[in-house]
């Protein structure tokens, strides 16, 4: 069975601290795999698309790397208003454009 | 461009009685999914429309769930009869070409079943 497990379930910085956030996934043949943020109330924002291993996106303080079994997303030097939900999210082959989603990482930046 | 639009927001409704949830997605998206969120879980999938037909519906848990999209516009989600464990919070989204995951959501109806 397709799983997404991301940790840590909760990570608390201080300003300018940098951190990484991971998620493992074992599919059977991965299509895709999305980093979105997600505010309290809100839908869950998408951040990037990364298709194969070795791939990097960057926005801003944040960078998106994928392996063969898991994904980072680094945050450099977080700001209070990057504090959010983050999630991971998989598609897999032959499972047309659904996605499977982590349970997420809850960051709180301290001013 | 306006986003998706979902409503009710909240929706507090007691067991047995029937909910209506409505899903406009973004104009021109021909892709319209829907995904819940139950308490303490992980947002999973409940189906794909293509215009107004169902692509996937997969995670459709039983029968008491039934999705419509009149004209390829908007969506409903019906759920008849509603029981406790159908409390969450349901996520519409939309694309525009079916890029993977590069989904824009709505911000979602939280059920409460009682």
């Known amino acids: 069975e397709d799983q997404v497990t991301q940790s840590p379930e909760a990570l608390r910085l201080q300003e300018g601290e940098s951190s990484s956030l991971n998620c493992s996934y074992t599919?059977?043949?991965?299509?895709?795999l999305f980093w979105y943020r997600q505010d309290p109330g809100k839908g869950p924002e998408f951040l990037f698309t990364?298709?194969?291993a070795g791939e990097e996106k960057e926005k801003e303080r944040l960078k998106a790397t994928l392996t063969k079994k898991e994904s980072f997303l680094h945050i450099t030097a977080p700001k209070p208003e990057d504090s959010a939900t983050y999630l991971c999210?998989?598609?897999?082959?032959?499972?047309?454009?659904?996605?499977?989603f982590g349970t997420g990482t809850k960051l709180q930046v301290i001013p | 461009e306006a986003g998706v639009t979902q409503f009710p927001s909240h929706s507090v409704i007691e067991k047995g009685q029937t909910v209506t949830l409505r899903c406009d997605p973004i104009?021109?998206?021909?892709?319209l999914y829907w995904y819940r969120r139950v308490m303490g879980k992980e947002i999973k999938f409940l189906l794909h429309?293509?215009?107004?037909?169902?692509?996937?519906e997969s995670g459709m848990p039983n029968n008491r769930f039934l999705a419509e999209r009149t004209g390829g516009t908007y969506s409903t989600l019906k759920v008849q009869p509603a029981e406790l464990e159908d409390s969450g919070v349901y996520f519409c989204?939309?694309?525009?070409?079916?890029?993977?995951?590069?989904?824009?959501f709505g911000s979602g109806t939280r059920l409460t079943v009682v």
């Open positions: 989204a939309s694309s525009q070409d079916g890029r993977l995951g590069g989904y824009t």
């Open positions: 599919v059977s043949g991965l299509r895709g």
């Open positions: 990364l298709y194969s």
């Open positions: 999210a998989v598609q897999f082959s032959g499972g047309y454009q659904k996605v499977t």
């Open positions: 104009s021109g998206h021909d892709n």
């Open positions: 429309f293509v215009k107004e037909s169902k692509q996937d």
